[in-house]
């Protein structure tokens, strides 16, 4: 079982709409859980960490269910320039970090 | 905000030759520096952890005298590809941490295409 899967998507929204998808992890035992971006041939760049208690950041909102194992992401009102990969990463405990494939966002006009 | 440079961008080099990458962090102290290899559509995959002045430490599957990894100094860190062939063409990212949690930064990456 792969530490991080998350469903590659692609999700195809227009402008506007609220899109959001999750991310399942193995290791019950992480304790940090973080939303990278990545767009096409670059590198990853921190969009936000996500808490236990959900956490919200501009149009951008994380869910953490510790139980369940999931993280969530949420992305409200969405731009053009919101179209990218967004990946799932999760600590495995000793602060290294386990990237899932990514979930990819096209926003349409 | 911390900065992470990563050089080349991309390189093109021929079977069997060796290709050196270099990461540096330009504004703090990177105590331990990653390198991580991305192939299409998959994630990202840790190859190895250095920490200043100490041997890397190389992920399980990962050929340690194939990809070498040096981090002389707290703002610098190297991994060098040798004897390359096609199936390491990838692309390589490299991120450092200055021992603050998980504050890391990732370097551009670079494309590496061994014909």
């Known amino acids: 079982r792969k530490e991080v899967e998350q469903d590659p998507g692609p999700f195809n929204v227009p402008e506007g709409a609220t899109v959001a998808f999750n991310c399942t992890y193995s290791n019950s035992a992480s304790q940090s859980f973080f939303w990278y971006r990545q767009d096409c041939r670059k590198e990853p760049k921190l969009l936000m960490s996500?808490?236990?208690s959900g956490n919200e950041d501009g149009r951008f909102t994380a869910q953490l269910n510790r139980a369940s194992q999931y993280i969530s992401l949420l992305i409200r009102d969405s731009k053009l320039s919101d179209s990218a990969t967004y990946l799932c990463v999760v600590d495995r405990n000793d602060y290294k970090l386990s990237f899932g494939a990514g979930t990819t966002v096209t926003v349409r006009a | 905000g911390a900065v992470v440079s990563q050089h080349p961008s991309r390189v093109i080099c021929k079977s069997g030759t060796s290709v050196k990458i270099e990461c540096r962090s330009l504004d703090f102290q990177a105590t331990t520096m990653f390198w991580y290899r991305q192939f299409p559509k998959q994630s990202l995959m840790l190859m190895a952890t250095?920490?200043?002045?100490?041997?890397?430490?190389?992920e399980q599957g990962v050929e340690k005298d194939k990809f070498l990894i040096n981090h002389a100094s707290l703002t610098l860190s190297t991994l060098t590809v040798t004897s390359a062939h096609p199936e390491d063409s990838s692309f390589y990212i490299c991120?450092?941490?200055?021992?603050?949690?998980?504050?890391?930064?990732f370097g551009s990456g670079t494309r590496l295409t061994v014909v």
């Open positions: 991120s450092a941490s200055d021992g603050e949690n998980y504050g890391y930064t």
């Open positions: 996500v808490y236990s």
């Open positions: 250095s920490n200043e002045g100490s041997k890397a430490t190389y």
